[in-house]
């Protein structure tokens, strides 16, 4: 079953507007990831925090964690068309063998010029 | 480094063929996790090998497999091709899971 599970499932914003997107999990996790999707295309990783992490930076990127309410958020800020693509968060949890990193189904993000 | 190469990147086969994707991950890293993407399941988890040991599958049925060699390539196989088949194969390689993955291009199936 997936772990990560993204909201809102699509986001249409005006070029400028911030943009917030959430991901709640069920277990324990040793990181959470955001990763960005162009159409058709690899994903690429944007930013991993760790369990006992409660917030991050990478550019316009701020990931916050909160390990209580087993949920992330990721904003990107003064948004452009170029952010226009689906973006996925990770969990990951580790257990030897069973270490895994579990994708949720992504959101749709629109940046309209 | 290089990134990570996935080769072919589109094929076109039809139902009951059997196929074969090749991976090769980042210099250095010996995980190597499969998925399947489509419009209408997501991002779907098919296996992960590391050091040429499989060590966790997802929910696949067995016609497809896969292996990874000695110099961490890994190959996926799907035998007797389903219309349902059809999708974009994604390779990931990391240094270990959980860890950050870093995907290659994907090799697009269409099968008729």
Avoid at chain 2, 37 to 42: C, E, S
Avoid at chain 2, 56 to 83: A, I
Wanted: proline content about 4%; charged content about 20%; hydrophobic content about 30%.
């Amino acid at each position: 079953s997936q772990q990560g599970e993204e909201d809102p499932q699509a986001l249409s914003i005006q070029e400028g507007e911030n943009a917030t997107m959430n991901c709640s999990y069920k277990t324990s996790i040793n990181n959470l990831q955001w990763y960005r999707q162009n159409s058709g295309r690899g994903l690429v990783h944007l930013i991993l925090i760790r369990s006992n992490e409660r917030e991050k930076h990478s550019g316009r990127l701020r990931v916050t964690l909160d390990t209580s309410k087993k949920s992330s958020s990721l904003l990107i800020t003064a948004s452009r068309a170029a952010d226009t693509a689906s973006y996925f968060c990770a969990t990951g949890s580790v257990g030897g063998a069973n270490s895994k990193l579990t994708f949720g189904k992504g959101i749709t993000l629109s940046v309209r010029p | 480094k290089a990134g990570v190469t996935q080769t072919p990147r589109y094929l076109i086969k039809t139902r009951g063929q059997q196929v074969t994707l090749s991976c090769s991950p980042i210099s250095g890293h010996r995980s190597v996790s499969w998925y399947q993407q489509t419009p209408g399941q997501g991002l779907q988890f098919l296996f992960e090998y590391f050091s040429e040991t499989q060590r966790n599958k997802g929910n696949f049925p067995g016609r497809f497999s896969g292996r990874q060699f000695s110099n961490s390539r890994s190959e996926m196989n799907v035998s007797t091709l389903e219309l349902g088949d059809s999708a974009l194969y994604l390779c990931a390689s990391s240094v270990r899971v959980p860890e950050t993955q870093y995907f290659g291009p994907g090799t697009r199936l269409l099968v008729l």
